[in-house]
């Protein structure tokens, strides 16, 4: 276990490929670019660093009391195991699927009392992209969105393939240029219990799904509070 004792900035990516288990305790600390991809109001920073922050290529990586700013590029890439407890994922600025996290096909990511907020895409998935299995629990995804021109959704998140668990968790206030404001659903299975999705939209005319879009995913919603989410749908 490493445990930081002061802030980190990354030049090229932190950079994880043993079958080996690795935890850092961020007692706090924030692993960030020189310059974030976003400012903390949402604003494309000049000059960002590009960059992918965290970059899983196997093994097992465990982070606790960490923030990840990400630049431009993704915060965090998961291709292995990877384990979060009280992290906070934000200010990604990315042109690929999921500027906060992106968990690829195989992979496996759960996230305990976490954050992912103020993330963007010009892709799919501001907050999250996920193709593998991503199990969420007493976690937020807030304040993300997507500005993609292509058909692809999920200013939140969006599934892919996998599966997608959600407990006790928040979505909100995310925004989508296409389908999906809060969550966007193409395969796979979505399981979302006792989870509150509010305030979510879609911007573009023609678009459905302000809170979820879904195109086949099967989805399981219990004791889960949908509100006050908008799709421009004329």
């Known amino acids: 276990t490493y445990t930081l004792a002061d802030n980190i900035t990354v030049e090229s990516g932190l950079i994880l490929q043993s079958s080996k288990e690795l935890t850092i305790n961020g007692n706090n600390k924030t692993i960030a670019p020189a310059v974030t991809g976003l400012n903390e109001q949402g604003i494309v920073n000049d000059g960002a660093t590009k960059i992918d922050n965290l970059i899983i290529n196997s093994g097992t990586l465990t982070l606790k009391n960490l923030n990840v700013y990400g630049g431009k590029g993704r915060a965090i890439k998961n291709s292995g195991t990877l384990d979060m407890e009280s992290v906070t994922i934000e200010r990604a600025y990315g042109k690929d699927y999921g500027a906060g996290l992106y968990?690829?096909?195989?992979?496996?990511a759960l996230l305990t009392d976490c954050n992912i907020r103020n993330n963007t895409t010009s892709?799919?998935?501001?907050?999250?992209?996920?193709?593998?299995?991503?199990?969420?629990?007493?976690?937020?995804?807030?304040?993300?969105?997507?500005?993609?021109?292509?058909?692809?959704?999920?200013?939140?998140?969006?599934?892919?393939?996998?599966?997608?668990?959600?407990?006790?968790?928040?979505?909100?206030?995310?925004k989508s240029t296409e389908y999906g404001g809060g969550l966007n659903l193409y395969g796979g299975n979505a399981y979302i219990m006792n989870t509150t999705v509010t305030g979510n939209i879609t911007t573009k005319a023609g678009t459905l799904g302000g809170?979820?879009?879904?195109?086949?995913?099967?989805?399981?919603?219990?004791?889960?509070?949908?509100?006050?989410?908008y799709s421009n749908e004329a």
């Open 211 to 229: 809170g979820i879009g879904c195109h086949g995913t099967n989805v399981y919603a219990v004791n889960s509070v949908f509100s006050y989410n």
């Open 123 to 174: 892709s799919a998935g501001g907050g999250f992209y996920n193709s593998g299995m991503l199990i969420m629990e007493r976690s937020a995804v807030v304040k993300n969105s997507n500005t993609s021109t292509r058909s692809e959704g999920g200013g939140g998140g969006e599934i892919a393939s996998g599966s997608l668990y959600m407990n006790n968790c928040t979505v909100a206030d995310n």
């Open 103 to 108: 968990n690829l096909s195989g992979a496996k």
